[in-house]
């Protein structure tokens, strides 16, 4: 008997989360079915099933999002193949739904078909009877592209592999409030290096911490000449602290890392061979060890960056990646806040680099605090969003401007070659 719950363990616990999204979704599904039929009553078959319909499309959406990060745990980036086999499956439950629903109001008295118990009770009936099929189509059609594949993937991030690569690289750590980690992350970090490259150095930067995260890395400093230093008085966020470590970075190549321990500088090894064929390598989390909403809110960040700057990147705010260091010596990088992976990303990409992505392992908080999902660091983030998208934009469309001849606008002239 204990056998077979430990076996069927991980199922039981999808079908009770499946269960719990579930009942979110038919609350969803009946506030949204009432208030309509509260705007506008009837008593007409077809407009009750029009409406159940539009309910279904609203707590639909609300499925996909928690059955993704929550139920499943499906890891992979939403893609319009994916979008598309959920919309399937969604449609045929909602026709299904609607079936159910007609045989439940062809048996019950209309009256109960108005705004009220009566509906609710109905949607009750129907969410229940549906969501069998539901999670049957959803396993098995929906989320299952990383089934086999994280095994397969733990299997070859267990182990990193062992060589030394020719090139000379800058590591940037930017900290704050990290003394429980911070020795153990830069002495990682120093024998991974010396085992790994020709050349480096380690710049930790010191974010205006309050512990004794900078006399820690002093101490290091004096012993050790390639570990250095960098002080802010004040905190001032991931991304000024980054743009402090990359504007001092010496070597060929610039790598930065969180110094927070989640990241295992080991897997290093795996974006370092690309260097020869590509300007970047940027690492992303592979089964992130994060609480659900830290997951939740960098996978709706992810989607609003895909969307505002067209960018294709699995994992933006992943702090595991590697740049061509001249590529610090000629931007501006002009964002400090949560957005500044995001625009060190965007402008590499829109200065014709070309980079590719690996997966890389991502650990437990082993100790400091986290400061990435407080309400006022997303809000900020947001706000240089907006701000610098359109900004960013005009500059596109005047540089685009600026490069056209006179013949491509439609005049007689020289082309015209200079900036504005």
Known sequence: MLKDIRRNGPLLVKLLRFGLVGSLNTIVDIVVLNLILWLFPTNDTWQILAFNSLACIVAACNSFFWNKLWTFKYREPVTAQLVLRFAGVSFVSMVGNNVVLWIFIQLLPSTLTSAGLGATLLKVAVGATMMALSYIGQHTLVFVGNKQEPKK???????????????????????????????????????ALSRMVADFEILVVNDGSKDRTGAIVAAIAEQEPRVRLITHQVNQGAGAALVSGFTRASKAYTFYMDADGQFDINDLVRLLPYLSEYDGVFGYRFARQDPWIRKFNAWGWNQVVRFVFNLRVRDIDCAFKIFRTDYFRQVVLEARGALLLTEVVYKFARAGYNYTEVAVRHLPRE???STGAKPGVILRAFKELFFYALKWHEEEQLSLYSNTSYEELGLQGTNVSTRW
């Not at 733990?154 to 980690?181: G, H, K, R, T």
């Open 153 to 191: 993937q733990a299997m070859a991030l267990s182990q990193p592999p062992s060589s030394y690569f020719p090139v000379s690289i800058s590591v940037v750590l930017p900290a704050y409030n990290e003394e429980a980690v911070i020795a153990t992350t830069v002495r990682k970090v120093f024998l």
């Open 367 to 369: 100790g400091g605090s």
